[in-house]
């Protein structure tokens, strides 16, 4: 399947409805690693609170709003009524294989088979992922009150082995149509258009049933697989391939 443009992941997404303990409803609070995200907000009103070292804030969404944060930001959407975005991720199948954090509590932060517990879902779906929302709501209440830095050295510590895996998907994604992009100015300089007699038009695969996303219910545009060619350097280990997560 031929990729996004950049190697950006796309997904429409239905807001979760679900009143949590503070009285909000909506998703599940999470921090991305390395990857940027935006929202265009298509429908319905509500806001995403954001929690970084500069603090906290409430964002408000509204139909026509964009809304784009860079990794390290804590986010949580609220759903006000009938909340649905567009969301645009950077590094497309990243976020997929693990580049994302929830906000659980320190004890579980502390222990990776109790975060792969909590964050797993199992048997009625819909049930999990309220359970693992209202998990990481604890958690985010608490990370407002103090302890990001410590929050920020378990994120690292719960995902440093995969670190291996998500460059070569970096590699095999947007740096390759980086790359790309490089070589077609290179041709067009030297007066080469052969790459205008390929043009086309594709439609990305989406599930027919929406899947149960942290923050909401989610259509994903399907991120291609990764080439059976390594991509990896001769001095690079190999990379082990991590479970796949579904993290908007």
Known sequence: ?????????????????????????????????????AYVVTGGEGSVQTLTTAGFADTPLRPGDVVRFTPGTIHRLVNGGGLRLLVLMQNGGLPEAGDAVLTFPAPVLADPEAYRAAATLTGDHAVAARRRRDLAIEGFLALREGGLREFHTAAHRLKRDLLDDWRKRWRAGPLAAAAETGRQLERLRAGDLSHLDHGEVSRPERPEEPLHGMCGLLWPCSVPDLPARPLRGPSEPPHPQPPKELFR
Do not use: N, Q
């Not at 996004?4 to 909000?24: F, H, I, K, M, R």
């Open 1 to 37: 399947m031929t990729p996004l443009p950049g190697g950006v992941g796309l997904s429409d997404l239905t807001v979760y409805d679900w009143e949590a303990a503070d009285g909000l409803r909506g998703g599940t609070p999470h921090m991305h690693l390395v990857c940027s995200e």
